[in-house]
């Protein structure tokens, strides 16, 4: 008799299918709400650090000219008349939004205070927008374990019901639950940590390329 309820257990298990595509379509829709919730935070999430990684990768270039170009240049107000109009680099921009203020402004009194204020708020402004996205990065990474986490408890639950209501506990009954429910956990990891490794890495080369903006301000302050 136990060997006709294990013959019986193993055939069931091999038959069942145990591919990512089947464990969805298995899964109840708590369930799949969950994996869906997973996967689409995921692709979200690379999408952003494909776009940071480009972002970095131009402005660190494109900075770089400017520096060069801007101390070789003869005087700033002629190197801010040659600049380009539709310019993206962020230091660059910070340069050409002081000197519009410098050059508008007819009183020298409280110059060196006005630029200051023109260049902080530049600064702020432009890493503001390299900011962007960092925040769901961060939610992803710390909520999207806990979501896998809800997914994988839910699918146990519905396995211990599946034991109760069948009155059978071999592993071919609790089986398929299980690894629906682990799959879970599984896309809550993938998620969270390209996130969490991302968003550590970017937010550490914008505190960088900031102080970067900030001794370029300390400097160009020297020379008005």
């Known amino acids: 008799m136990e060997a006709d309820i294990s013959t019986q257990a193993v055939g069931l298990a091999s038959n ?9 379509i298995r899964a109840d829709i708590i369930v799949k709400t969950v994996i869906i919730l997973l996967i689409v935070s995921s692709i979200y999430s690379w999408a952003i650090i494909i776009d940071k990684i480009k972002l970095f990768k131009r402005i ?30 962020p230091m660059t921009l910070v340069f050409k939004d002081a000197m519009q203020s410098l050059l508008k402004r007819k ?6 205070d006005r630029i ?19 925040t769901f990065l ?5 909520t999207a374990p806990f979501i896998g986490l809800f997914g994988t408890v839910w699918g146990i639950m519905n396995s211990f019901q599946s034991i109760a209501i069948s009155r059978n506990t071999s592993l071919a ?8 429910a682990l799959f879970a956990t599984a896309l809550g990891l993938l998620a969270a940590i390209p996130a969490v490794i ?24 020297t020379i008005i």
């Open 16 to 24: 069942t299918d145990f591919s990512l595509l089947s464990l969805f």
């Open 60 to 89: 660190s270039q494109s900075t770089e000219e400017f520096e060069t170009k801007f101390w070789n240049s003869k005087s700033a107000e002629s190197f801010y008349n040659n600049l380009p109009a539709n310019t993206q680099d």
């Open 107 to 112: 009183s020298k009194t409280d110059l060196h």
């Open 116 to 134: 200051t204020t023109m260049l902080e708020t530049g600064i702020e402004k432009q890493i503001s927008k390299i900011s962007k996205g960092y």
């Open 138 to 142: 961060a939610t992803v990474g710390s």
């Open 173 to 180: 009954i609790v089986a398929p639950g299980i690894a629906e």
């Open 198 to 221: 991302a968003y550590n890495k970017f937010n550490n080369d914008t505190i960088l390329y900031s102080k970067k903006l900030e001794n370029f301000s300390k400097r160009f302050l």
